[in-house]
């Protein structure tokens, strides 16, 4: 009975993470520029990655602790490489779409800088 249970409870995580990969993928088609596709697919595709690793740990009781590492893996990397790709794209000068009203990295909006002398 409970390894009937076990099973359904994982393929209902599993189909919920790919239907969440599949958003991320759908996401990054349809975005307008560079920051909105980073920001979807970071999203989407952290949740989504969770969503399978639990539904595989449900499988696979066995795999419970490797899978559990796996997840701080995943929710440690995904937002910091999400941010290097932003800051990246933003100091090479990939401009935003015209509809984002706040950039908060423009240069025009610091102060200046003293000048050494």
């Not at 932003?86 to 909006?109: C, F, N, P, Q, Y």
Request: charged content about 15%; overall charge negative.
């Amino acid at each position: 009975m409970f390894d009937s249970i076990g099973v359904l409870v994982g393929n209902l995580f599993l189909i919920i993470g790919a239907l969440f990969l599949f958003s991320a993928g759908l996401g990054v088609l349809r975005m307008p520029d560079t920051y909105n596709r980073i920001q979807t697919g970071t999203k989407a595709t952290t949740l989504g990655t969770i969503m399978i690793l639990v539904g595989i740990a449900c499988l696979h009781p066995s795999w419970t602790w490797k899978l559990i590492i796996l997840v701080f893996f995943v929710m440690l990397t995904n937002p910091v490489s999400s941010h290097a790709l932003a800051r990246a794209a933003h100091s090479i000068g990939i401009r935003e779409t015209e509809a984002t009203v706040i950039d908060k990295l423009d240069d025009e909006d610091e102060p200046p800088r003293e000048q050494a002398e």
